[in-house]
């Protein structure tokens, strides 16, 4: 994977659903925003122009392993040519909300061939700092299902044929993608924290490890929100 | 049935009776007529055929042209969006039919892609890698057809230049003739780079349209009928 000579900061985080990351990520964000530095933040299946083409495919469920790899791909590719690169080359932290390594998971626990989705993926640079929120699916999947009790068909891992019931189907998948983070831990160098302990203890813990990423002199460019950069 | 690279791993082995047939070429090179002619012959001949082509999976290829409309899409995006298209018919359409013992005439294949991405400057090495699971043809024929009567016979058919296949989106010239002809030269150089490695066979594109189907009919015909006395 390419290194730049960027002078942002990428740092992803990555877990199964309901592993907290997001909330971790989130905390990070307003952090980094108050003691001024310039922020951007992104997540996975969010770019507009592949969103519509993708949902209509999950609704059919059509898609095969190889499809939903490279849509995904495509989503991803759209980020980050479009936001990603130019604002770490800009100076900016780029917060992303799952990176590379979600993809490596999900579509290797789909049967793709690991060497090829690696290959497809490999025009992304290597982050700065990559967290992995280390919890039992048990624990994640109770987390989801609090406040969601349907599961959606992909979510789920309904096409693997797991399993017809959809919350065996999914903890079955679930226990699979962390099989598969769990080989990246060495791999690809992911920082592991434990998803289970206190919010605020996690927090504190991410925040070492990103103050030292933050230069000294802060770059005097102004914050903006991903739907603001959408209009350049 | 081979793969280009790791293929689909998930499927099974798959038994293929069937012939994959590939005409390359650009615009105005006559491919979709002779696919057309080519069709009507081997149906003729008895032989079941079905035609496949880039932008045509039910699940992407309107979403390419509605978000060409929408937003300029950036180089690798857009080589990910035709290659999940192409990975779409791939799997629900022509690997069935080869399957079942068809023959596939597809009317362009990741040739085209792989093309259009180097001229891009995407490295050709990523688009190799990325088409891995692409299944290789029997035969690939590129149609060459010199750029200037290209243009001449895209201006006459349609009266206008496609935006994105006169290399607009690059800044070559603000020319649009000759943004198209220096285009059209990089597509054409970078099949001629491909040739060797992917077993591609130049056919003449110039000549009458009778002419180069003879030519085309020809070389399938004496591979179909190889097949047969197998």
Known sequence: ?232 | MNYYGEGITYLKKVETKGSLIVLEGPDGSGRSTQVDMITTKLEADGHAVITTGLKRSELIGAGILEAKHKLPLGKKTLALFYAADFADQLEHKVIPALHAGYVVLADRYIYTLMARSSVRGISRSWSHDLFGFAIQPDLVFYLDVPPVELFHRVFQKYGTLDYYESGADIGLSDDLFESFVLYQRGIAKEFRLMEEKYGIVRIDGGRPVAEVNVDLQKRIDSYLGSLRRR
Not at chain 1, 97 to 111: E, H, L, P, S
Not at chain 1, 200 to 217: D, F, G, S, T
């Open chain 1, 1 to 232: 994977m390419p290194r730049t000579g960027r002078k942002g900061r990428l740092i992803v985080v990555e877990g199964i659903d309901g592993s907290g990351k997001s909330t971790q990520l989130h905390l990070l964000d307003k952090w980094l925003r108050s003691i001024g530095v310039s922020v951007f933040f992104t997540e996975w299946n969010s770019s507009d122009v592949v969103k519509e083409i993708t949902s209509k495919g999950k609704k059919k469920a059509l898609l095969t392993p190889t499809t939903f790899c490279l849509l995904h791909a495509t989503d991803f590719a759209d980020r980050y040519e479009r936001n990603i690169s130019p604002l770490l080359e800009a100076g900016y932290f780029v917060l992303a909300d799952r990176y590379i390594y979600t993809a490596f998971a999900r579509d290797i626990v789909r049967g793709c061939n690991p060497t090829w989705v690696r290959k497809v993926y490999s025009f992304a640079i290597v982050p700065d700092a990559a967290f992995y929120f280390r919890v039992p699916p048990d624990v994640g999947m109770a987390r989801i299902l609090e406040g969601r009790p349907k599961l959606k068909y992909y979510e789920a891992g309904m096409d693997l044929n797991l399993s017809n019931d959809e919350y065996e189907s999914y903890r079955i998948f679930q226990s699979r993608i962390v099989d598969q983070y769990e080989s990246m831990v060495k791999k690809d160098g992911l920082i592991v924290i434990d998803g289970t302990l206190d919010i605020e203890k996690q927090q504190e813990m991410m925040r070492q490890r990103v103050r030292r990423l933050i230069p000294a002199a802060k770059p005097r460019v102004p914050i903006l929100d991903q739907k603001e950069v959408a209009l350049y």
